[in-house]
């Protein structure tokens, strides 16, 4: 191979990082799209004819392919904090006086930045070298997503500085601008698949991809705010220096950024980004504010959850106004008329809105809205936008009430639709691109009548439909049969039982192990589980009742749906290893009682307090033994509290966490 080879090869990987930096993260290309396809493809065509000149940093090779596993958990070298919030004036000078006086200082000095609404991520770069990315998770474990990062242009797989940090976390938000969702959605439509309701979720939609060719597609960008753990290397003593050093580095950083000094510039700061918002070309919910000095911020420390030194200052949620244009229902997948109206499409909150639910008959009538009104639309983060009110004194005479009807034409075959799209969705079987759309052509083309029948749609049906290639039908085929290995809290939320949501899934499977034992329990047997309360129990009683969903789930493993069983909590002993003491007069019932009910539920009864007890039950005149609770700091229950633990005693961690805050707050 001849050696130039190899230095043009290097020479291309600098020049196309190099642009890609001015593109991606300047905002300010040099050179035309096809001059710069032309320098990939050269360098594609170097690399295919000489595999040994491939590196792993090659902006080659930002697209991986398909990941054989699920997101490995990754543990933070440093917690991921959040943020406290202010949403008022007052609550942002409190901050600052607080924050004042702990520094003994009159004025602060803070940088301002932008809340950007995204999704918060970490970047590990060792010697230089992006070697991990993960998502924020609870704050302590986050998913490994470095595949799917390296896919952003935005994010430099090397850093640019002479002598990089042995190691350095960046850790900053990904997400997608107003230009890249509404080009994203607009895909999505044409090919039939789910649009995202908002930038938020199409981000956290893009990056959870197995496939990094998938999120490689997605218009993704990042913004860094912060340094995160960092070894062999002293970061600058200010946060808005730290920012500048990782804008020289090669990270995309807000261009909003700004320092200020004291409450008064702050304020102004939120001002003009509160006034500038809607057009900056993308969501931001607030803004920030963080002590610069990084002495300062180590002085002021953390508590539990968020930094001391730092605060978001949120907006409220925006409002617009749009003409109703008509109100319609929509039939929910059990069986429910929701009336909708359907608006002029507005931009409210950074996402385009067209229509807002209405929720009920009732709520139509307080809220008194007509076809043709001017409403205002209101829309607060990931929350569905919602009509605050109608401008009466605009009020057209042309403006017709709705009347709600009691049932629609189709209204079994809407249904039906509804409850087939909820079983293929994300957190339910997941079957990847069954869109909205195939699922309405399936059932109106009598292919499927419920999910059960998805597992037996054919090559050659499919390929039948129009707009359906061969490709995507094979696609579409393998993804129901991976469906069809799935796990009892995914299929318990996908069958779509009344108010079953996914946490009661959760805990309906962990109780029970089996879908058998959740089939024959009685009401007061599901009343047992955390959280279920005799209306949820009557729903899924009531759903098992039915032979045809009974005929539904075995059709549904017939056809090969399956997963695993586990072994359930054991219903006899769920205080099985608690030390229980009793103190002071109960009302309800008599010690004895008290002592035989708890010992049937598997806890020891004991007479005297130490740090192994795991609950202290206090009742009328209780002496030193509460005393002596409350200084182990072992939970204290009251006799309402007791009596909820007999209930529910499968519910105990619940019932204590829901006590413990109660003397806390008490105390
Ligand atoms: S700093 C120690 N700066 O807001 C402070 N966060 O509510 C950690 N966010 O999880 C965060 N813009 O996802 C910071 N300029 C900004 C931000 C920002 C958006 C997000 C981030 C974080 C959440 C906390």
Redesign the pocket.
Known sequence: MPESDAARAARLRQLINHHDHRYYVLDDPEISDAAYDDLLNELKGLEAAHPVLMTSDSPTQRVGGKAAHEFRPVQHPRP????D?AFTVDDFMNFDRRVATRLGVEVVSYTA????????VSLLYDAGVLVRAAT?GD?ETGEEVTDNVRTIRAVPLLLHVKQPPALLEV???IYLDEIGFAALNRRQLERGEKTFANPRNAAAGSLRQLDSKITASRPLTM?C??IGACDGWDPPDSHFECLQWLRAAGLRV?PE?SRVQGAAAALAYYEAMATRRATLGYA??G??Y?VDSRDAQAMLG?AAK??RW?I?FKFPPEERATRVLDIDVQVGRTGALTPVARLAPVVVGGVTVTNATLHNADELARKDVRIGDLVIVRRAGDVIPEIVRVVLDQRPSTATRYGMPDAVPDQARAQRIQSIIHFASRRALDIEGLGDKWVEQFVTLDLIKDAADLYHLTLESLVALERLGEKSATNLLAAIAASKQTTLPRLLYGIGIKEVGEATAHVLAEQFGSLERIMQASCAELEQVPDVGPIVANHIHAYFALAEHREFLARLRIAGVHWPNTEPRKADSPLAGWTVVLTGTLESLTRDDATARLQAVGAKVSSSVSKKTSVVVVGIDAGSKAVKARELKVPILDEAGLVALLAKPLAATSILDRHALRQAAAE
């Open positions: 991921m904090l959040s943020l919030n930045e932008t809340k950007l609404d995204g999704l918060a924020r704050g850790r900053g938000e913004v705010y912060a807000s950024t931001i919910d803004v920030v963080k953390q968020a930094p730092a978001a």
